[in-house]
């Protein structure tokens, strides 16, 4: 699937939009000249007349490269570095002057500007020039562990799960990665819809680039504006500076919007905009502001509910729905439980400098047959304090998870079951009603193997075959006990 995955990737990435540049340079010869060699050099370049005029379009969108001369009409190269730093920490600014010194040159350097160049110069060697600048930015960015996630923690592989639901899950991701399409990923709080909207952007096009979270439920609604849009200095009481929000943090990469269900009327018709034009205005301003930026939504409200009831304007959900990705509860792959289970444990394990411990198969039927109403994350944290509890002990049991895990009553099948509509798993199930009948003929036969197998009408040594595929053990039989409904046979072998 990797492999695959890669291919397509790598046909995106010779597909990906160039970079762009601003050149602010008063000269019209010289500035159609610069314009002329970089768009051959593959860049997607504007240029500016003035200085006032760089200013006004570094303000309306963040480009990747400034080249701008230091003598300006109306603001200086100076004035443009200051501006361009405040708004953008991580833009390049190249200055050229015809009136380089090594004192101006140190000053422009000190300010941010990544280089400096002197009037007259080889206007053909521009485009190496930004290359080479645009390369070693990407290196300084270059965050050792966010690759490390990007090799370890949001391989398909490390998604845990085998269920038929699953499968169909990592279908999706494969297919969506490959594109730029908005994403809506469903399910319910604690299945996991971060991670997969972390695993469809670092296995896609825009994976070098960043990737900003925001929850939406989490932010006041006169918050999470300026958390999403940013604002101008003078916006408002407070706001000393001018701020970028969240989506142009994400120019070029992805931003992902969780629990968007929960985003007040106001503010989606802000997101539908962005949706639609890729554009936004910042609190306290009229100028747009442009953005290159892939959207993925997340929310566990039933949204199509919501739009009936009106609470959700029903174009913003069309566009959020492009595709539409949807996860599981876990009580819905309950085979996947033990996997999880247990890679949970490793973790917790690794984490707190213990010894690996393992899990009863007791204990692992008890998590079966619980309901997970917190899904994947209430089960990392039930692990978690099962390993506290456990202390010394290489084995976790039962009795170290929580009264209402202990207490989950074992999953019943039955063979003239009705199919529900969401489906059954079938070895699941089959597994299910074979461990059922051994445990109810060791109930009818008090304990006695021999009768038991007699009831089941099958040889002794095969239903303890059976007994051992279906982990049915002395621990079951001593809960039974416990509970009253096997009374062992002082002459039973084991």
Same mark, same amino acid.
């Given at each position: 699937?990797?492999?695959?995955?890669?291919?397509?990737?790598?046909?995106?990435?010779?597909?990906?939009?160039?970079?762009?540049?601003?050149?602010?340079?008063?000269?019209?010869?010289?500035?159609?000249?610069?314009?002329?060699?970089?768009?051959?050099?593959?860049?997607?370049?504007?240029?500016?007349?003035?200085?006032?005029?760089?200013?006004?379009?570094?303000?309306?969108?963040?480009?990747?490269?400034?080249?701008?001369?230091?003598?300006?009409?109306?603001?200086?190269?100076?004035?443009?570095?200051?501006?361009?730093?405040?708004?953008?920490?991580?833009?390049?600014?190249?200055?050229?002057?015809?009136?380089?010194?090594?004192?101006?040159?140190?000053?422009?350097?000190?300010?941010?500007?990544?280089?400096?160049?002197?009037?007259?110069?080889?206007?053909?060697?521009?485009?190496?020039?930004?290359?080479?600048?645009?390369?070693?930015?990407?290196?300084?960015?270059?965050?050792?562990?966010?690759?490390?996630?990007?090799?370890?923690?949001?391989?398909?592989?490390?998604?845990?799960?085998?269920?038929?639901?699953?499968?169909?899950?990592?279908?999706?991701?494969?297919?969506?990665?490959?594109?730029?399409?908005?994403?809506?990923?469903?399910?319910?709080?604690?299945?996991?819809?971060?991670?997969?909207?972390?695993?469809?952007?670092?296995?896609?096009?825009?994976?070098?680039?960043?990737?900003?979270?925001?929850?939406?439920?989490?932010?006041?609604?006169?918050?999470?504006?300026?958390?999403?849009?940013?604002?101008?200095?003078?916006?408002?009481?407070?706001?000393?500076?001018?701020?970028?929000?969240?989506?142009?943090?994400?120019?070029? /990469?992805?931003?992902? +919007?969780? @629990?968007?269900?929960?985003?007040? %009327?106001? =503010?989606?018709?802000?997101? &539908? $905009?962005?949706?639609?034009?890729?554009?936004?205005?910042?609190?306290?301003?009229?100028?747009?502001?442009?953005?290159?930026?892939?959207?993925?939504?997340?929310?566990?409200?039933?949204?199509?509910?919501?739009?009936?009831?009106?609470?959700?304007?029903?174009?913003?959900?069309?566009?959020?729905?492009?595709?539409?990705? /949807?996860?599981?509860? +876990?009580? @819905?792959?309950?085979?996947?439980? %033990?996997? =999880?289970?247990?890679?949970? &444990? $490793?973790?917790?394990?690794?984490?707190?400098?213990?010894?690996?411990?393992?899990?009863?198969?007791?204990?692992?039927?008890?998590?079966?047959?619980?309901?997970?109403?917190?899904?994947?994350?209430?089960?990392?944290?039930?692990?978690?304090?099962?390993?506290?509890?456990?202390?010394?002990?290489?084995?976790?049991?039962?009795?170290?998870?929580?009264?209402?895990?202990?207490?989950?009553?074992?999953?019943?099948?039955?063979?003239?079951?009705?199919?529900?509509?969401?489906?059954?798993?079938?070895?699941?199930?089959?597994?299910?009603?074979?461990?059922?009948?051994?445990?109810?003929?060791?109930?009818?036969?008090?304990?006695?193997?021999?009768?038991?197998?007699?009831?089941?009408?099958?040889?002794?040594?095969?239903?303890?075959?059976?007994?051992?595929?279906?982990?049915?053990?002395?621990?079951?039989?001593?809960?039974?006990?416990?509970?009253?409904?096997?009374?062992?046979?002082?002459?039973?072998?084991?």
């Amino acid at each position: 699937m990797e492999e695959k995955l890669g291919g397509h990737i790598e046909r995106l990435i010779e597909d990906y939009p160039p970079d762009e540049i601003l050149v602010a340079e008063d000269d019209e010869d010289l500035r159609d000249s610069i314009v002329e060699f970089l768009r051959k050099g593959g860049f997607v370049v504007e240029c500016a007349a003035t200085g006032s005029e760089a200013i006004d379009k570094i303000r309306r969108h963040p480009y990747d490269v400034i080249l701008t001369d230091l003598k300006l009409p109306g603001h200086d190269g100076r004035e443009i570095l200051n501006e361009a730093m405040q708004l953008y920490p991580d833009i390049i600014v190249i200055i050229m002057t015809g009136y380089g010194t090594i004192e101006i040159a140190v000053d422009a350097m000190k300010m941010g500007a990544v280089d400096f160049i002197s009037k007259p110069f080889e206007i053909v060697k521009l485009p190496l020039l930004m290359r080479g600048a645009l390369e070693r930015r990407r290196l300084k960015n270059e965050n050792v562990f966010l690759r490390q996630q990007l090799k370890d923690k949001y391989k398909f592989s490390n998604i845990i799960g085998y269920s038929n639901c699953m499968q169909e899950v990592y279908r999706l991701i494969e297919l969506v990665s490959q594109n730029n399409s908005t994403v809506l990923i469903s399910g319910e709080t604690g299945t996991g819809k971060e991670l997969i909207a972390r695993a469809v952007h670092f296995n896609g096009p825009r994976r070098e680039n960043r990737l900003v979270c925001i929850n939406c439920g989490a932010i006041p609604e006169n918050l999470l504006e300026d958390e999403l849009f940013g604002h101008v200095k003078g916006a408002f009481t407070g706001a000393i500076q001018t701020r970028v929000g969240r989506f142009e943090q994400a120019h070029k /990469g992805t931003i992902f +919007l969780d @629990e968007v269900g929960n985003m007040s %009327p106001s =503010l989606q018709v802000k997101l &539908l $905009r962005v949706l639609q034009e890729r554009e936004f205005e910042r609190i306290g301003s009229s100028v747009p502001v442009k953005v290159d930026v892939r959207i993925m939504a997340a929310t566990n409200a039933d949204i199509a509910e919501r739009v009936k009831n009106g609470s959700f304007r029903e174009d913003l959900y069309y566009r959020l729905n492009v595709i539409q990705i /949807g996860l599981p509860a +876990l009580r @819905e792959r309950r085979e996947d439980i %033990p996997l =999880l289970a247990q890679h949970f &444990l $490793r973790k917790i394990c690794k984490e707190m400098g213990e010894e690996p411990k393992t899990l009863s198969q007791l204990a692992l039927r008890q998590l079966m047959a619980y309901a997970w109403p917190g899904n994947v994350r209430e089960l990392e944290n039930a692990v978690e304090r099962a390993v506290i509890l456990s202390g010394k002990r290489s084995q976790l049991a039962v009795s170290d998870f929580r009264d209402d895990i202990q207490k989950a009553e074992p999953l019943r099948t039955l063979v003239g079951l009705d199919i529900p509509d969401e489906g059954i798993y079938f070895n699941s199930v089959v597994q299910n009603i074979e461990r059922d009948l051994i445990l109810q003929s060791l109930k009818r036969a008090g304990g006695n193997q021999q009768k038991a197998a007699e009831l089941l009408h099958m040889k002794r040594t095969t239903f303890l075959e059976k007994m051992r595929r279906s982990n049915v053990n002395k621990e079951d039989i001593a809960s039974k006990n416990r509970e009253g409904l096997i009374e062992p046979q002082g002459d039973e072998k084991s």
